[in-house]
């Protein structure tokens, strides 16, 4: 696979010391900031004004998970905003070549997320719309739970597809990657790890972090 990179999710830090929190992970390839509508899934997190601060104050670039309904109308506006890369949900997006192309006119990388029971075969024509793909391996909505082993499959499928077509596309994971899961999700082809309770749930984010992207380096 190429390069592992991993981005630790803010969801899993102290919200009300944010800044501080960001200092933890100056060791990181990105933070990802997980956005939650209460509506797409379960749970609220954060909205624009709070990833805009964050997007000032971060020592690394700013990877955007936006689970929210109605996405066409809201991600542009983080690629304006400087995002490095900003990813949707395709099962909240009515067109997703388009908004893909506007967040890439805007200059952020575009990603797009697959929820578990989302398979990726009607999807695999678009990867040269894209810069990255994300194959959830929770639930959306919460950090702190159990990898799914069963989407192993749909990373192995997501490697062949961008491996045969020769297109530059990230493969990223986001839930449940412990030191012990990254090496399953690395060795089925993902390339960009998401870690939450694994990096602030530890003593030192920075040492869970460099011990992460040994086990994620195949
Ligand atoms: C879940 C979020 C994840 C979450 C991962 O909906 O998209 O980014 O923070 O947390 P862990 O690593 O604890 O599963
Ligand atoms: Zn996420």
Known sequence: NPTCCINPSILSADFVNLEAELAKIANADAVHVDVMDNHFVPNLTLGFPVVERIQQV?????????MISDVDRWAPQYA???????????????????????LR???????????????????????PELDMLLIMTV?????GQAFLDVMLPKIR?????VDGSGVNVAIQVDGGITEETITRAAEA????????????????????????RAKGQL
């Open 139 to 143: 639930e959306p909505g919460f950090g």
């Open 80 to 102: 304006d905003a400087g995002l490095a890369s900003v990813t949707f949900h395709v099962e909240a997006s009515n067109a997703p070549i388009k908004l893909a192309r506007e």
């Open 189 to 212: 082809g993902a390339n960009i790890f998401v870690a939450g309770s694994a990096v602030y749930g530890m003593p030192s984010p920075e040492e869970a972090i460099n011990a992460l």
């Open 157 to 161: 499928r997501a490697r062949q597809a």
């Open 58 to 66: 971060s020592p690394v670039p700013l990877d955007a998970h936006l």
């Open 105 to 127: 006119a805007r200059g952020s990388k575009a990603g797009m997320a697959l929820r578990p029971a989302t398979p990726i075969e009607p999807y695999l024509d678009l990867l």
